[in-house]
Structure formats: C-alpha cells, structure tokens
C-alpha cells in the first residue's frame, strides 16, 4: 500500500512538473510573441507561416515595408500574394504605391485602373492617379482628378498636399494659400505645410517669413528617426543652407538602403547645390541607366542644362 502511495505521489508530483513546463512553456511563447509585436516584420512573417489564408497579413507585410520605405520588398510581397490568388483591392494599392515608388508609372497607372474598376469611389486611388498625372506634367488632368476625390472625401490631406505643389509651380500664391491652409487644419502637427510656405515666400522673395516657416518644420522634425521623418529632414536641412549636413545624412540613409533612387536623387541636388554639376550628372546618370522612366532624375538633367 505504502509503494502503491508513493507511486501516486509520484504520478501527483509528475504532473504538477507536466503542468508547471506547460504554462512555462506558453509563458515563453507569450513573451516571444510580445517580442514579435515589437519587431512587426518578424510577426508578419511568423503569422504568415503559421496561417492558413493570410491575406490581410501579405497586405499589412507589404505596406509594413512600404511605410518604412522599402519598396522592392513591398513590391515583391503583393506581387507575390497577388500571384497565388490573394486579389483585393488593399493588395492592388499597396502594389500600385510600391510600383509608383519604384519609378515604374506606367505599371502603377495600370493597377490603380484596375481598382477604380472595382471600386470607381476610391478617392486615395484617385489623388494617386492625379499625381502620377502631376509627374507626368498634366496638371489639367491631376486636378480633374483630385476634384473628383474631394468630392468623395473632402478631408483626405494628400489631395491638397498635390494641390499646393501644382499652385506652387505655377506661382499661384493665392490658390496655394489656400490649399495649405486646408492642409494645415487636417494635419496641424506635421511639418510639410510649414516647408511649402517656407518655400513659397522664398519664391515670392520674403526670406524672413521664409526662415521662420522652415524653421517650425525644422523643429517638429528633427527629434524623429523613422525613414521619412530622415528623409525629409534632409531636404529641409538642405533649404536651411545645411547643404554638408543634408549630403551626409542622405549618403547615411543610402547605406541603409543602397541604389534607392529617391535618396540618389536628393544626393543629385545636394551636389548640384554645391555647384558640382559633374558628380550631380553622374548621379542622376546613373539613376535612369537602371530606371530610365524615373522622371525626377530626368527633370533634373534638364535643369542641370540650363
């Protein structure tokens, strides 16, 4: 009986064990996961594996990548889900940006169509649309384009933010006020309607009001350190005078990311800035040699000419 006793003690005692490893165990996975929410790439990519149809996780992976301004991983991504059958319309956007940030408009132009077909009240599709009407100097058409979007939503913040830069060019003050005003009142804590007016009262030669613009948008960015928030400051950095700063931060975003047009194409203007017109030509160059469709780059040869 005494044996028959310690035998079930022994059982008890085992299970206790068998029960305690167990919830350790999934201790362990929770702090795991916990880690995982903190590094979002490697929870995708876990749940993507585990899933049995992730559809919404391809889509969130992909625009994962492309917020932090990876674009060929984002293309890659929805290109692949798209391929093995997970066709929405979220994967379709997210593709068209990654396409449209990859330089390759005629590709994005194609997909964002085939959206409207699905949904012709898309308005972010639509301010897209208008943009890459923008680029391709058809202002005309990019406005028809954002009227139809504000018509649909009236508070979407890109549609002014293309506004402005269209009025801009134009040298239109009164209209480009407008458009930033608007912008303002929907994102008051972000730096880019501080940076057009600070560039459209340099253009209008008040250089005080100028400084003063660049400067609050100086101030709102330059305690950030994801990607764009970088990225812009750079730029910024660049209007303020800072051209050695500007160059050295780009050239620090390019090893983070190499062969990325967009920060090539900052460095471009940072040496043409300089008055190396040569190093900006080898750059820009080189650009359009791998993406010869990369309108910047070719925008500003042109210029470079002058």
């Known amino acids: 009986y005494f044996v028959i006793g310690l035998e079930k003690i022994k059982k008890e005692k085992l299970k206790l064990i068998l029960i ?10 929770t702090v795991l996961r916990n880690y995982d929410w903190k590094y979002p790439e490697k929870f995708y990519l876990k749940s993507i594996e585990y899933s049995f149809y992730p559809s919404l ?11 932090n301004g990876d674009y060929e991983k984002s293309y890659q991504f929805a290109k692949n889900a798209i391929y093995i059958g997970l066709k929405n319309e979220s994967i379709l956007y997210v593709y068209g940006l990654s396409l449209l940030n990859k330089g390759m408009y005629s590709e994005a132009e194609n997909v964002f169509n085939e959206i409207l077909k699905i949904n012709p009240q898309n308005y972010e599709v639509l301010t897209e649309l208008a943009w890459l009407c923008y680029l391709k100097k058809d202002e005309k058409k990019a406005i ?3 009227n139809k979007s504000i018509e649909i939503n009236e508070n979407y913040p890109k549609i002014y933010y293309i506004l402005a830069e269209i009025y801009r060019y134009k040298m239109d003050f009164e209209k480009f006020t407008v458009a930033v005003e608007k912008l303002s009142k929907l994102i008051p804590d972000d730096f880019y309607p501080y940076y057009l007016k600070g560039l459209i009262f340099r253009a209008i030669g008040d250089l005080t009001k100028s400084k003063e613009n660049f400067q609050k948008a100086y101030k709102i960015l330059k305690n ?4 764009y928030s970088l990225f812009n400051l750079g730029i910024l950095l660049r209007e303020l005078g800072k051209v050695e700063e500007s160059l050295n931060l780009f050239k620090k975003l390019l ?3 190499p062969d990325d047009f967009e920060i090539l194409n900052e460095i471009g203007i940072c040496y043409a800035v300089k008055g190396d017109n040569e190093k900006a030509k080898q750059i820009w160059t080189s650009i359009l040699i791998k993406n010869p469709n990369y309108l910047p780059a070719k925008e500003n040869l042109k210029k470079l000419s002058f």
Do not use: A, H, T
């Open 20 to 29: 305690i490893l167990i919830f350790s165990l999934y201790g362990i996975r």
């Open 144 to 146: 028809e384009l954002l």
């Open 224 to 227: 950030k350190d994801d990607f």
């Open 255 to 257: 090893n983070l990311k």
């Open 57 to 67: 996780l391809y889509g969130n992976l992909s625009y994962y990548y492309l917020k």
